[in-house]
């Protein structure tokens, strides 16, 4: 059982950047593959970035490439977020998530445990 608590998210101006982070329970942390999804208002949550158990293979999704970098510190059981050159259309409520999956995956029935979220507000 992994119990998952996202924090950081607040109201930020387009261009500015925030650092999400996750804080997990659990001695086997380090064992799972993490991933951050993402929901709108209105819209389906979508699949932001995920990172293998030792930080070695990550995976993003187009929108946020260049802009995010998800990384993660077993030694304190957190994985984070790292946003920059943040958008309006960043704006959501972003939740992390695990999976005993090795490979990279986007797909969200693939993760099994999930946090509660954090909003992320880009104002104009």
């Known amino acids: 059982q992994v119990q998952l608590v996202e924090s950081g998210g607040r109201l930020v101006q387009a261009g500015g950047s925030l650092r999400l982070s996750c804080a997990a329970s659990?001695?086997?942390?380090?064992?799972?593959?993490m991933g951050w999804f993402r929901q709108a208002p209105g819209k389906e949550r979508e699949f932001v970035a995920t990172?293998?158990?030792?930080?070695?293979?990550?995976d993003y999704v187009d929108s946020v490439k260049g802009r995010f970098t998800i990384s993660r510190d077993n030694t304190k059981n957190t994985i984070y977020l790292q946003m920059n050159s943040l958008k309006p259309e960043d704006t959501a409520v972003y939740y992390c998530?695990?999976?005993?999956?090795?490979?990279?995956?986007?797909?969200?029935?693939?993760?099994?445990?999930w946090g509660q979220g954090t909003q992320v507000t880009v104002s104009a």
């Open positions: 659990g001695r086997t942390f380090s064992s799972y593959r």
């Open positions: 990172i293998s158990w030792n930080g070695g293979s990550t």
């Open positions: 998530a695990a999976t005993i999956t090795l490979f990279p995956t986007r797909t969200e029935n693939d993760y099994i445990y």
